[in-house]
Structure formats: C-alpha cells, structure tokens
C-alpha cells in the first residue's frame, strides 16, 4: 500500500458493501481479534452479543460497524485485518487485494507478538473444529450406514409379505373353488336321497298291492270252500259243476300270475336298493376324505394367517412408533412457530410504537383512496332531477335493481327536459352475436311486460321464459317456457330501440324488458335442455342463479358483506331481493375459491342512496368517464345542460361513479417482471436487486432498421433508449428471461405495463413510498448515482396519482416497513407474497 487512505475513505469503501457484510459476517468470529486490536471494550462486546434489541445476526453485524465507526481509522483498519484473516473471500470483494497471512500484510493496529498469538489460537480453534467436523462427519456416516440397512432389511420384509399376500390369495381362491365342488356334491348326494325316497314310496306302494291281491285270493279261496261244501250236500247239474271249475281253474291261474309278478318286483326293488346303497357308501367315503384333506388345508391356511395377522400387529406397531415421533417433532414445531410468533408480535409492537413517535414527527400520508374530477352537490342534485322523471314510469324493483353490466344508458336534455331527449340502448361493446340454431322471432304488444312473463338465468346461462301469463299478449303470441331470449326491439318516441340480451345479467335483463313500450319484436331461442339444467341446479341450490361473474371493490362497505377496497368479489345474484343488492362472495387471493358471502348494494342503489347522504365522508374514487367508456359495470349520465335545468355552463359533463369495477382473473408464470417505483428510486435498487439469486436485470437489445419496424408495429416494442441506433427494451427479451425461471427487474417507467398486459405479461408493480423522513435513509445511495432527495420526492408525487390509472392493483411499501439496509428484503418478500396471487385485470381497459 504506496498512500495510506484516511478513515472516511475507508470508512466509505466500507459502507459501500454494508450489506454484504452484514449478511455474511458473523460478530462472534471477529470480535475476539477487534477485542485483541482494542477497538472494541468489553461492553461493547456484551452489547453486540447479548443485546434484546438486536433480534438478528444482522442487526448484531450493523450494529459493530456503527461501533467501530466511531472509533475512526483504527476500527477500519481492525475490521479489514479480522477480515483478512476469518473472511479472506470478502476482504478481496472491498478492498480489490489478495489476503495475506504474513506479518507484513497487516496494518500494525496490533503488536507481532499479539498478532502471532492470536493467528496460533485462531489456527487451534479452527483445527479443533475441524477434528469435530471430521469426527461428526464419521458419526453421521456410520448413522446412514445403519439406516441403509435397516432400509434394506425393511425393505426384504416387504417383499416377503408381498409374497406371503399374494399366496394367500392364491390359497383363498383355490379354496373357493374346492367349496364349490363341495357344494355340487352335496346338491347331487340331495338328488340322490330324493330318489331313494321315492323308490321306498313304490316299494311300500307295491307292498299295499300285493297285500289287496292276497285278500282277494283269500276271499275267492273261502268263497270257493264254501261252494265246494255247499255241493257236497246239494245236488248240483253237471253245467253248474262245469262252470265252478272253470272259475275255479281262472282263478288259480290269475294267483299263479300275480305272485310272480309279486316276486319280480320285490327282486328288482332289492336290487335297487343294494345299487343305490353301494353307490351312497362309495360317494360318503369319498366326501370324508375331502373334507379331512380341506380341514388339514384350513388349519394351514389359519396357522399362515395368524402369522401374517402377527406380522401385521408388528409392522403397525412400528409406524404407531413413527408417526408419535413424528407427532413429537410437530408438537415442538409448534412450539418454536408460537415462539417466533410471539417474538414477532414484539416486533410489531415495538414498529407501531416507532410508527406512532414517527407520526408525531411527520405528517400523515394521504389515503390510497382519493377524489378525482369531483362533482358539487349542486351539480349532483341537477343530474338527479334530470334523471328521476325517467324512473317514474318504472316499478320500484326494478329501479332498485338498475345497473348496467353491458348496456350505457344516456340522456341528452335538449330545449325542454324530455320532450326533445335522445333515449337510446346500444351494447357497449362491438357487436358480436354468439347466436346459433334456430331463431324465432315473435311479434306482440309489450306493454308492461315484466307482468307477461318471468325470466331466470343471467349471463352464464343466459335469459329464459320460466313462466307465461295466460290470456296475456305474449301468450297469445306463442311465448312458452324454455325459450331464451336473445334480442328485444321496439319504436321509441325518438326512434327505434335495440337491446341484446344474450349476455346480459338477469338484473339489467329485468331493467331492458321493463323499458318495452308499444308493439315490440323479440327473438327467441328454443333451448330445452339449457333450461332443465337451469331448473335442475336452482332446485339442487348449486347456483343461485345465472349470474357469475367477479367485480373488484373500489369503496369500504360495512353494511351486509364487509368488504374492504381492492377486495374481489364473485358476484352470483344480482337480484337477490327487492331492495337493490347483490349476493356476492370474498375470493381467495391465492385461490379461485369463495370465502364468505353476504349482500352488498348494486350500482344504483349505492350511487343514487349511500352517496348522495355520506357526501364526502364516504370514501369512493370518482373518476373521469373519459377514460372509463367501455367499463360495462356502471352507469354513465351524459348531460347537456339547457335553461330549462338552470344550469350555466357550455359544455357537456360527464360524471361517472365506480363503487365496483368489473376484473377477469388471470395465472401468471412462475416468475413475473417486478418493476419498482418511483423510476428515480428504481435506477438505484435496480442492480443491487439484480444480483441476487433469483433476478435477473433486463437489457436493452440493438435492432435492425426492418425487425424494429416489424417490432413496433406488432407492439414488441416497450421503451427505446436510443431512437436513431434502435436501442430499445423489447417483449421477447422479458420473455426469455422469464423461460429461465428467474424474475425479470425492468428498469422502464409506467408506459410498458399495458404493453406487457396485451402480450399477456403480468408485472409485479411494487411503489415504495417515499417521504422526507424515509428519504433521508437512501441519501448516501442517491449521492452515489448522482441523484437529489428533492428530486426523488419530486418523481414520487408524479407518479403517485398515475398508478390509480392502471388496469391492475399495484403493491405499496410503506415508509416504516424499511430501513436502508432492509430495503431489499423488502422488496424481495413482496415479491414472494405477489407471486403466489391471482392478477385480477379489468377485462375492458388491457
């Protein structure tokens, strides 16, 4: 070293890379050589190790360097030497040298002999770290090696069982089938005892007649007895004697016969009989043994069972034992998690104690939620006398139900208040009809038309005819039940009206119809079976209605659902009473998911009722209509002032009134652009964001005269750094960033978001707010890039109002949440929590 740098010089390159000391250093590790050099006391040191205000390492780290800031030159140099020696790797990153051991690379701060006592104590203690590491290291693999094993005997195991199951399965199958030969033997032993039992019935049959027959012989013996006694005592002629020994000799004949007709059947009953025993002796024989060999089976197959069931109990027991030990790590998990928690709420406590000696100090930050292009009370109460003598004539549900999803209704006050106004409804979007299939179109007279027919669905499902009032106009037209409407026509006192009804809510279609004057011409859609599913989810109560759709809030409601602003809601009923509210549910903002539901009051009710009476206690952002044309969720007055009104002024008013703001959800990629704001603020955090792991910093690409034509007229083009070089950042550099899985920082201002939105690119917009107080912090960092405090806060205000314009919600840091050497982690945790979000986008304005 030729020229020695004085302290600040030192001091300054040292608090250049105060971050990365802070994060990487730790105060146990270079104290006892600061404690050695004697720029730290010991007080000093139990106050960097053991003070309660310092929570972190990092904190202990920042706050040795303010300490040994103020020992001067001295401390620098300590604090570079400890480095040398403990942190050889970060030594070079601040002072652009190669450490070196040797005693003449030191400052001198210390003695050679205190130096070379304490390098030998340093090399002890590392030494001895290291035995312990190389001796844990041996531990730790012996460890592994034992639970390798234990995997490969568990794993044996299982295959074992694996095998004994699928054997058992094999064993129970082959036993069924057993069974059910089992059971056709025994159906055909039952048949065969049925037989049995009829041969006995014939047996016994046979008997019966066998014993008639020997009565009859009986009888005729006696009887012949009898006449042989009578003749041997009267006379009888020879004719007589003739006959009595034919009958006589018929009758033996007939004996003779019937006995053995006797003796053939009795034989062949016996030999039945004996068939039929033998085959029953061989059949039961034959079944004994079967049933002993499926009895010795079963016993196996119990015994193979039993050891399984053993097997099992073990192997239960054993993940029991797992999962308590498992049980026992949440159950300290949790423990440590309520401790962080409460270390946390302390964090909290001490910040808002910090905030509010703060707020004391500075003045309040104005609400996020502000009044634009506002209106007087006296300009409000003439739009509400122009617009009231048009309600009049309208039912009071349905004036409580108005609002507008897709259809602007505008009143042109001309000579006279409504003799000479412009009523018209058109669709607010170009026309693109989604009409397919057969289409009838019915003529009749609509006069209040809202008694004629009932109508469900919404603009999910679209409008349908649920009921038709008989004797009624439409009824005598041919309207039925099941039809969807499509499209209304009608002659106007100024001219022909037009309404679409096809994607329309079933509040503003309720509105539409109640409009219909005169003779109209409605167009139908046959569409049955879009009805009975219709029916068949409203009698299920799986939808409320046909209603779906999401609204992102832009006012604090308290009464029905509490909501807050920026809260997205799913709106599925927007006729859910008479009195003028929606029924609506609070959406996860990580998940598509409904939370809880409640009522929330529509359009009409709230601009027409809650505003007029909060005046300007009511926190709603009233924003120029100019911008908001094609928004289909409110409703637009257009006034042209005339005399008859009262009102002076020459030109026309536009005032729009936005409670909710209608948003489609979208999915964004792993990783999303971040671009930090004010753009001031942002060039300083850019490159130090950019470094770390994870983010990657956008570059500016060279293009040809041709592509950069190409580029800028297909919207590639987000922001050019030299227009005549054709220097400029580009779409499909943002794009090939985020391929990488890292996050692209854009080093661009505002103008690129739409840009990025139409290509389908969703940014994490993240503005810092900056006060004079918070300013203070950056103004080393500002002075390094060559910026001014003044300047910064300048940017800030700027840009400020230009965010509410956006077509997407953007995240603030507030000026208490960081410090100059947090910033970054700031930054980095919002990130995270940004990334893991549904990006709600309003579907009209990207």
């Known amino acids: 070293m030729e020229t020695d740098p004085d302290g600040e010089d030192l001091w300054k390159l040292i608090d250049d890379h105060r971050h990365r000391i802070s994060l990487r250093v730790r105060p146990c590790t270079v104290i006892p050589y600061l404690r050695q050099a004697r720029v730290l006391s010991e007080i000093d040191e139990d106050e960097v190790m053991n003070s309660h205000q310092l929570t972190n390492r990092s904190m202990r780290t920042s706050h040795m360097l303010d300490l040994l800031h103020i020992r001067g030159r001295n401390g620098a140099v300590a604090l570079l030497d400890s480095l040398m020696i403990h942190y050889p790797d970060l030594y070079t990153q601040i002072t652009g040298r190669k450490p070196s051991i040797e005693p ?25 770290e290291l035995q312990q590491a190389r001796v844990e290291g041996g531990r730790m693999r012996e460890h592994c090696a034992s639970l390798e094993a234990e995997q490969g005997c568990a794993e044996e195991r299982r295959e074992e069982q694996l095998r004994l199951q699928e054997e058992n399965g094999r064993m129970r199958t082959h036993m069924s089938s057993l069974h059910r030969d089992l059971l056709k033997l025994k159906d055909e032993k039952c048949d065969l005892y049925v037989r049995y039992a009829a041969a006995v019935d014939e047996k016994s049959a046979l008997a019966i007649r066998c014993r008639d027959l020997n009565l009859q012989v009986l009888t005729s013996y006696q009887l012949l007895k009898y ?34 007709q006797l ?38 197959f119990q015994s193979q069972m039993s050891e399984l069931q053993a097997e099992r109990d073990r192997a239960y027991l054993s993940r029991d034992d797992a999962q308590a030990q498992i049980a026992r790590s949440l159950a300290e998990k949790d423990t440590l998690r309520g401790q962080l928690v409460e270390l946390q709420e302390k964090v909290f406590t001490l910040r808002a104690r910090s905030a509010e000696c703060g707020a004391r100090d500075n003045p309040r930050p104005r609400s996020r939620l502000r009044r634009m292009d506002a209106i007087s009370p006296e300009d409000l109460e003439v739009r509400e006398n122009v617009v009231s003598p048009f309600f009049q004539n309208t039912s009071e549900k349905v004036m409580s139900s108005y609002t507008k999803k897709y259809i602007h209704l505008c009143f042109y006050a001309g000579s006279c208040l409504m003799g000479a106004a412009n009523l018209f409804l058109v669709r607010s979007r170009p026309q693109a009809l989604r009409i397919t299939g057969r289409i009838l179109v019915l003529t009749f007279q609509g006069e209040a038309l809202l008694s004629q027919i009932q109508v469900i669905g919404g603009n999910k499902t679209g409008i349908f005819v649920h009921q038709v009032t008989e004797g009624s106009s439409a009824h005598a037209a041919g309207v039925i039940p099941g039809a969807q409407i499509l499209e209304v026509k009608y002659e106007h006192e100024q001219g022909a009206m037009r309404m679409v009804l096809e994607d329309t809510t079933q509040e503003e279609a309720r509105w539409a119809l109640g409009q219909v004057r005169g003779s109209c011409h409605v167009s139908f859609r046959p569409n049955q079976d879009a009805y009975d599913n219709l029916m068949k989810q409203l009698k299920t109560g799986e939808i409320l209605s046909g209603d779906s759709f999401y609204v992102r809030v832009n006012v604090t409601l308290a009464s029905g ?20 509210s929606w029924w609506a549910s609070l959406v996860h903002p990580c998940q598509l998911l409904d939370l809880k539901s409640g009522s929330i009051p529509n359009y009409y009710r709230y601009v027409h009722r809650n505003y007029r009476v909060q005046g300007k206690q009511k926190a709603v952002r009233i924003v120029s209509a100019g911008r908001q044309l094609r928004s289909p969720l409110y409703l637009i007055l257009c006034l042209y002032p005339s005399s008859s009104v009262g009102h002076k002024s020459t030109h026309r008013s536009t005032v729009a009134l936005m409670p909710y703001t ?6 964004p990629p792993v990783c999303r ?72 920082v854009l080093p661009l201002g505002l103008d690129c978001v ?27 960092k500002l002075r390094q890039n060559g910026l ?59």
């Open 227 to 260: 006449d042989y006694s009578i003749q041997s005592t009267v006379f009888f002629s020879q004719a007589r004697e003739d006959i009595l020994a034919q009958d006589l000799e018929e009758a033996r004949d007939g004996r003779s016969e019937l006995a053995d």
């Open 662 to 667: 209608l948003v489609t959800p979208h999915y």
């Open 263 to 300: 003796r053939r059947i009795s034989q062949q009953n016996e030999r039945l009989m004996y068939e039929e025993k033998e085959g029953l002796t061989l059949q039961v024989q034959k079944l004994t043994l079967d049933c002993e060999m499926y009895q010795q089976k079963s016993n196996v």
């Open 754 to 780: 739409r840009c990025l939105h139409r290509a389908e690119i969703f940014p994490i917009i993240i503005f810092i707010t900056s006060t004079e107080r918070s300013v203070r912090r950056l103004r080393h």
């Open 561 to 580: 659902l509490s909501v807050k602003c920026n809260d997205v809601l799913h709106v599925t009923n927007t006729c859910h009473n008479s009195e003028g």
């Open 104 to 128: 003449s690379g030191f400052s001198g701060v210390i003695t050679y002999s205190e130096l070379t006592d304490y390098l030998v104590r340093a090399v002890s203690s590392m030494q001895k």
């Open 673 to 744: 652009p971040v671009l930090l704001l004010p753009t001031v603020l942002g060039r300083v955090l850019h490159k130090h964001l950019a470094q770390m792991e994870g983010y990657q910093l956008c570059e500016p690409e060279i293009l040809s005269s041709e592509e950069h034509t190409q580029r800028l007229e297909k919207g590639g083009v987000l922001e050019e750094c030299q227009p005549t070089s054709h220097r400029c950042y580009t779409i499909q550099g943002v794009e090939k960033i985020m391929k990488q899985g890292t996050h692209c």
């Open 788 to 846: 001014t405090e003044a300047k910064l806060l300048e940017c800030s205000r700027a840009e400020e109002p230009l965010l509410d314009k956006l077509p997407c919600l953007y995240r603030s840091v507030e000026p208490d949440s960081w410090s100059d050497t947090s910033l970054l982690d700031t930054v980095q945790y919002v990130v995270a929590e940004e990334q893991a979000k549904i990006v709600w986008v309003e579907s009209d304005l990207w």
